[in-house]
């Protein structure tokens, strides 16, 4: 089984898609050396306007993105997130593995249970964590103002389903449902850029199709610390770190 990992990573630290804190000198830390524990053959790809980011990893593979030509307007605030989760999904959809995962860098493994991700996306195709707000309604809400446009009665669910977050996603890249799912989120980020939970709830609610949620272990946010058999920990939160870690790695 050919695996794959995506990493994306644009301007600084701090408009990139994770807070500031970790150096550019090691910037796909500490993903990338979970995923060199964890799955040590994989291939290692980035998707970034820096090359340079790549420099103290030689086996990664770099994607330069003409910014020019991106989708995204630098101007925005929110430029370099909205490239990030582009790009990360863009990046699934161009792999030609078997499993293709892509990941912020700011995420550590802390279980060899991580490893069953593989057969997990190999049965349903399209695998990504669950929003520790659960419900369309109460992320978007909570949000609307900072990049968010979400409004009740957009469509008929009201939305009362389920909100993902794209802290990483794996896909099965034969699947073609999954795929159809991740080029909807691209056409809607790419028409009318904003945050990556809110377009895969409307790629969900547009294309009827959607990714497999994983349980909380999969992603250990603020909302889900001291949740127990914990797999994968969001380590850019200050309070994972507090709790999970002897000392912050910031």
């Not at 408009?15 to 830390?29: H, M």
């Not at 309604?137 to 957009?154: A, M, Q």
């Not at 159809?180 to 809607?188: M, V």
């Amino acid at each position: 089984m050919k695996v794959e990992f995506i990493f994306s990573e644009f301007g600084l630290r701090t408009t990139a898609n994770q807070p500031g804190g970790f150096t550019d000198e090691f910037r796909l830390d500490p993903t990338y050396s979970s995923v060199k524990q964890f799955f040590p053959d994989a291939k290692l790809t980035l998707y970034t306007d820096r090359e340079e980011l790549a420099t103290n990893y030689s086996d990664v593979e770099v994607r330069l993105v003409d910014i020019d030509n991106s989708p995204f307007t630098k101007s925005n605030h929110r430029w370099g997130w909205h490239c990030c989760d582009y790009y990360e999904a863009k990046g699934l959809l161009n792999s030609d593995a078997d499993i293709a995962i892509s990941v912020d860098s700011d995420l550590m493994f802390v279980s060899d249970e991580v490893r069953t991700l593989l057969l997990i996306t190999d049965k349903f195709g399209l695998c990504v964590p669950t929003n520790e707000r659960q419900m369309v309604k109460v992320d978007g809400i909570h949000t609307r103002g900072n990049d968010g446009d979400y409004y009740i009665d957009e469509d008929e669910s009201r939305g009362n389903c389920l909100t993902y977050d794209l802290w990483w996603a794996s896909f099965c890249t034969r699947k073609k449902r999954g795929r159809f799912w991740l080029e909807e989120f691209c056409r809607l980020m790419e028409t009318n850029p904003k945050r990556a939970p809110l377009q895969m709830s409307r790629a969900t609610w547009n294309t009827g199709i959607y990714p497999y949620s994983m349980p909380q272990q999969w992603g250990v946010g603020s909302g889900y610390i001291g949740c127990g058999n914990e797999i994968i920990l969001h380590v850019g939160h200050d309070n994972v770190q507090d709790h999970y870690l002897q000392e912050r790695i910031k």
